[in-house]
């Protein structure tokens, strides 16, 4: 029976429970904070929302290099000598890290790449369910495995609430009179992903709760989602009033109770405190 060992970028934001779990191997993604450059995951994340309020300057996040991904197959290697190696990685359109795993491979053996189309917790749910997979059919092989990737890619709906556009004018996502006009009209514009792209979703206007609402009952209008398949996470800075108000919303969709997941520095530099995201795979 082959032995499979899943890698993917610390741009999933998979919890440690997951991580220990599927005994999922993470490749650091990095975070620069004026001339210091940091492993993702080495810091906490109210690190980087601090440097933004000290400085006005926004962190900047890069993908994995070469050596990185280097780094963590020998690891799996000297420990699982025999083991295949199904590197999920990080959107390709969005960073180099996809790259920087195809060089890396080309010294192994059985090491098998697959995109993943998604990032933060859309990427965390693509690798528990594919750790799933695994486990449930033992005798797979590793073209089954990334069939199975393309196929729940494809279906995974992820979308997140900013509660502040700050991060995102600071970013150059939003201009300066998107910004204003915003928050004038009381706007909470979604963000969603669409081919490995975060984009501009649905703008709900009112208050952020109201607006947590109105983003979760069009998640489920719109997709016709499998609930037992749903995670949600957010930002450092998510209340528990807020916490409680999604599992309530969550509960009258029949999704069984989720974990909260906390997501880390390469996408809450550019969501901003607070910041709540949702995804589920489709329904075949």
């Given at each position: 029976?082959?032995k ?13 429970e ?6 999922v191997?993470?490749?650091?993604m990095h ?52 083991a ?26 059985n ?5 993943a189309k998604?990032?933060?917790i859309g ?5 528990k369910?594919t750790?799933?997979?695994?486990e ?20 995974t ?6 509660k ?13 009179l998107?910004f ?7 706007l ?20 952020f ?15 016709n989602i ?5 995670l ?10 807020h916490?409680?108000?999604?599992d309530?919303l ?6 069984p109770?989720?974990?909260?997941i ?9 969501g901003?405190?607070g910041a709540i ?7 075949n």
């Amino acid at each position: 029976m082959t032995k499979f060992i899943i890698t993917t970028e610390s741009g999933s934001d998979l919890p440690q429970e997951m991580i220990q779990r599927y005994n999922v191997y993470i490749i650091p993604m990095h975070v620069t904070m004026g001339k210091e450059t940091y492993p993702d995951g080495s810091f906490k994340v109210q690190k980087a929302f601090d440097f933004y309020d000290e400085t006005g300057e926004l962190p900047k996040t890069s993908g994995t290099t070469p050596q990185d991904n280097t780094n963590v197959f020998q690891r799996v290697f000297d420990k699982h000598p025999d083991a295949h190696i199904i590197h999920i990685a990080y959107s390709a359109v969005t960073t180099v890290s996809f790259n920087a795993a195809k060089i890396a491979a080309e010294d192994y053996e059985n090491i098998h790449l697959v995109d993943a189309k998604n990032v933060t917790i859309g990427l965390a749910a693509i690798v528990k369910a594919t750790a799933e997979f695994i486990e449930e059919h033992p005798n797979t092989t590793p073209e089954s495995i990334i069939d199975f990737v393309e196929d729940i890619r494809e279906r995974t709906r992820l979308i997140f609430l900013p509660k502040t556009l700050t991060y995102l004018k600071a970013g150059g996502r939003v201009s300066s009179l998107a910004f204003y006009g915003a928050t004038l009209l009381r706007l909470h514009p979604s963000i969603i992903l669409e081919n490995g792209y975060l984009v501009p979703g649905k703008k709900y206007r009112g208050s952020f709760e109201r607006s947590l609402r109105k983003m979760i009952d069009t998640f489920f209008t719109d997709h016709n989602i499998d609930a037992k398949t749903v995670l949600v996470g957010g930002a450092p800075g998510v209340t528990d009033d807020h916490k409680h108000l999604i599992d309530d919303l969550l509960n009258e969709n029949n999704v069984p109770k989720t974990d909260w997941i906390e997501t880390g520095a390469v996408i809450s530099c550019h969501g901003g405190p607070g910041a709540i995201g949702i995804v589920g795979f489709e329904k075949n």
